[in-house]
């Protein structure tokens, strides 16, 4: 069992930057991939970013590409997603997954993001 607590994110303007942390419990955090998804008011759950067990491997959503950065920390059991160049339409609330194999069965409870314009 793996329970994850993202942390960070908030209220930012228009082309800052904001980064969202995600602790997770249990000893094998580093056999897990790692991700994020979002959601918008009123749309589907989407796939943000996502990184293998080893970090070795990173992978991003086209809208998200070049901006967002994911990383994460092995011997502190936490994930990271560095968000610059912010815009309006990133609003979300975004939430930390594990999983194995692109399966991602474990999900934190959300975290809000607000760019404003």
């Known amino acids: 069992q793996v329970q994850l607590v993202e942390s960070g994110g908030g209220l930012v303007q228009a082309g800052g930057s904001l980064n969202l942390s995600c602790a997770a419990s249990?000893?094998?955090?580093?056999?897990?991939?790692m991700g994020w998804f979002r959601q918008a008011p009123g749309k589907e759950r989407e796939f943000v970013a996502a990184?293998?067990?080893?970090?070795?491997?990173?992978y991003y959503a086209d809208s998200v590409k070049g901006r967002f950065t994911i990383s994460r920390d092995n011997a502190k059991n936490t994930v990271y997603l560095q968000m610059n160049s912010l815009k309006p339409e990133d609003t979300a609330v975004y939430y930390c997954?594990?999983?194995?194999?692109?399966?991602?069965?474990?999900w934190g409870q959300g975290r809000q993001v607000t760019v404003s314009s």
């Open positions: 997954v594990a999983g194995v194999h692109g399966s991602y069965v474990y």
């Open positions: 249990g000893r094998t955090f580093s056999s897990y991939d």
């Open positions: 990184t293998t067990w080893s970090g070795g491997s990173t």
